[in-house]
């Protein structure tokens, strides 16, 4: 198994716009930063492509500024054009050999995975820097939602696999203790925290859950 280049963390962040309050994806990695994240993914699919590189390229400046990790969802030209420190990708996306070839080796690539198959192929193959496990619960986020894979599949990777992976789907306030003790140790929550009015104090308080719940784990 490859050394990992994934940050340690316990919370990575996703923007989402048409949950934020009006607020822009600058204000809130703003805010998300401040509060301590290290890990932020841009993922915006139906903004026009001009908009999305110019906010990558303030994200890019803010989460430099930050020593966070910067993450482009899907899209291999754009986190190339603005130099990103990783690219996530789907099952339906582009494959990881040829995301990897494409980016070279200084990139971090995350695979989204919703079944033990998947992880296997991700592990065997070792080209992924992490992956996505989920979705664990039922999410409003996609147009078109997958249906939840349960904490079952969270069981798997945990006892089957060492490589980083990210839980992620559906995840809030209230479940996020359940969701570590199975065994994640980085969680992923998308409307949970854009969606909050005092960013920094949501983060605040699931990260005391999240504390706890390790504690007691």
Aim: proline share 4%; glycine share 8%.
């Amino acid at each position: 198994m490859k050394k990992s280049r994934f940050p340690e963390t316990d919370i990575y962040c996703i923007t989402a716009s048409s949950f934020s309050l009006g607020r822009s994806n600058l204000e809130v990695v703003k805010q998300m930063l401040e509060a301590g994240i290290k890990i932020i993914q841009y993922r915006e699919k139906d903004f026009p492509m001009l908009q999305k590189y110019n906010e990558c390229l303030g994200i890019r400046d803010l989460t430099a500024q930050h020593g966070a990790c910067f993450i482009v969802n899907d899209d291999v030209h754009l986190a190339l054009a603005v130099e990103s420190d990783g690219i996530h990708v789907g099952q339906d996306d582009l494959p990881v050999n040829k995301v990897r070839e494409l980016v070279g080796d200084k990139m971090l690539i995350g695979l989204s995975t919703h079944s033990p198959e998947q992880a296997d192929m991700a592990a065997k193959e070792e080209v992924a820097d992490y992956i996505g496990v989920g979705p664990l619960y039922g999410t409003n986020l996609k147009k078109e939602p997958m249906a939840p894979v349960g904490l079952g599949y969270l069981d798997y990777v945990v006892s089957h696999h060492k490589m980083p992976f990210v839980a992620i789907g559906g995840i809030k306030e209230h479940n996020v203790t359940e969701v570590i003790k199975h065994g994640a140790s980085c969680v992923c929550l998308v409307t949970e925290i854009v969606g909050a009015r005092d960013i920094g104090a949501k983060i605040k308080s699931i990260r005391v859950q999240i504390a706890e719940a390790k504690e007691n784990t």
